[in-house]
């Protein structure tokens, strides 16, 4: 009798959403990637450059997978500390306005690109794992395309994305520590303001 | 042991010549470095030839510009894996250096299959059957063998390079087959159009870089640092301390 009630447990469990299996990080990357391209492959306006289309499509869709606090205080390292939260956040809004327009400028430069997942590692149910994937393009080589993701209490949010080996975060380390130590913390938030005020202004 | 053979090979030789030219050239810039990264100790020179290379690109680009406009997809592919097919022979060349020779030989395979049923490496019908395109330089063989960086140089037309990488483009440019076509004119158009590909497939990145960063020197050198430590650990660098 016992097993009989454990094993509608089981079958309740399973199949009640609030006790479901969670994502893995690799599928939810996959998830996100392909509904993306999905709506790029069939949007003209966005592959031909209309930047505040992709904008609109990746602040719906990529943005609430991204922890952008994460991501700003990687890109400012040791400086991070130095900002007060107040100032913590301003960085953070600033940093999100200009990486999710770098990302997005990306896609409208969208050709046939198809997207490869690579097989991701979770050594022992690791909270911080990378996602590997590929772009392969028709003649050319395949550029690879990594996403580093942490385990949050609301799910798997991506921290970085690394182009080539290139981190779009860590890019900037160099550049914000100068003005850092040049300017001061409102110096960068300044400096990040003024970066996003302008390329609003030449937005298509 | 390697290390000590290492000196006196011809390679270290090329190495050394680049080098000194370099600190010659750095010698020029004088006083007007402005230097506030370690590793990039020449940025008045470079940031000079940067503006130089930038001005030699509003000649270059929209020739890029033009053909990436002009000719249909699939003549553009052909002329990628054309290209990609005889750089395969020297990655292979260096895969093999770098003791990876399964790679190295997956290499010859894919210049064996693209030139045959891909007619000439037209078509790269060895990335179809599993035969990937790999991307090694002479300069990734010198970084695995364990030479150093460098400092950090901006070349015009070349763009940036630091010591390692410019002695390793200098190998690689002599072990380019097309550079070596008897007939000028024929390798002067291949050489031609080769770049002009090249700076088209880049196109794409100018927007990107542009927009993203706050001085386009700055993020082009500190890139050019991330990605050559990803290609010299083939996409998996060990981890930087914060």
């Known amino acids: 009798m016992k097993w009989l009630i454990s094993f509608f447990m089981g079958v309740m469990l399973s199949v009640s959403p609030s006790f479901a299996q969670e994502e893995s990080p690799d599928s939810l990357i996959k998830k996100v990637t392909e509904e993306v391209l999905s709506i790029v492959r069939q949007d003209k306006d966005i592959q031909s450059g209309n930047t505040r289309k992709a904008i609109e499509l990746v602040e719906a869709k990529v943005l609430p997978h991204f922890n952008f606090t994460r991501m700003t205080a990687l890109a400012m390292g040791k400086d991070w500390n130095k900002a007060s939260p107040e100032q913590k956040k301003r960085l953070s809004e600033e940093f999100k306005t200009l990486l999710v327009r770098t990302y997005s400028n990306a896609l409208t430069g969208y050709k046939d690109q198809t997207v490869r997942y690579k097989p991701t590692k979770m050594p022992g149910g690791d909270a911080d794992v990378v996602v590997k994937t590929e772009i392969l393009q028709p003649g050319g080589k395949p550029i690879q395309l990594d996403y580093s993701v942490e385990k949050q209490p609301e799910g798997w949010k991506v921290y970085d994305v690394i182009v080539a080996g290139v981190s779009l975060v860590t890019n900037y380390r160099d550049t914000f520590n100068q003005e850092v130590r040049a300017n001061g913390v409102d110096g960068l938030i300044q400096m990040l303001s003024t970066k996003n005020k302008q390329l609003e202004a030449g937005k298509k | ?242």
Not at chain 2, 112 to 123: A, D, E, K, P, Q
Not at chain 2, 188 to 197: A, E, Q, S, W
């Open chain 2, 1 to 242: 042991m390697r290390k000590g053979l290492f000196v006196n090979s011809p390679i270290a030789k090329r190495f050394s010549l680049a080098a000194a030219i370099c600190i010659a050239f750095a010698g020029l810039s004088g006083c007007a470095t402005t230097a506030n990264n370690p590793k990039d100790p020449f940025e008045g020179f470079n940031r000079a030839m940067f503006s130089v290379n930038e001005g030699i690109d509003v000649v270059v680009k929209p020739v890029a510009q033009g053909y990436e406009d002009v000719m249909p997809g699939p003549v553009k592919t052909g002329v990628g894996n054309f290209f990609g097919n005889i750089g395969d022979i020297w990655i292979a060349v260096n895969n093999f250096l770098q003791g990876k020779p399964s790679d190295g030989a997956s290499d010859l395979g894919r210049v064996f299959f693209n030139s045959t049923i891909g007619v000439l490496g037209l078509f790269d019908v060895a990335s179809g059957i599993g035969l990937e395109k790999h991307a090694e330089d002479f300069g990734q063989t010198l970084g695995v063998w364990g030479v150093g960086d460098g400092p950090y140089l901006f070349w015009p037309v070349i763009g940036p390079r630091n010591v390692r990488d410019t002695a390793g483009f200098a190998v690689d440019a002599y072990a380019d087959p097309v550079a070596h076509l008897e007939d000028v004119s024929a390798r002067n158009t291949l050489m031609g159009v080769r770049f002009i590909d090249l700076r088209a497939s880049l196109l794409p990145a100018d927007k990107v870089v542009e927009e993203a960063a706050f001085d386009k020197y700055n993020y082009i050198r500190d890139a050019y640092f991330q990605n050559r430590r990803s290609a010299i650990h083939d996409g998996n660098p060990p981890p930087l301390e914060d």
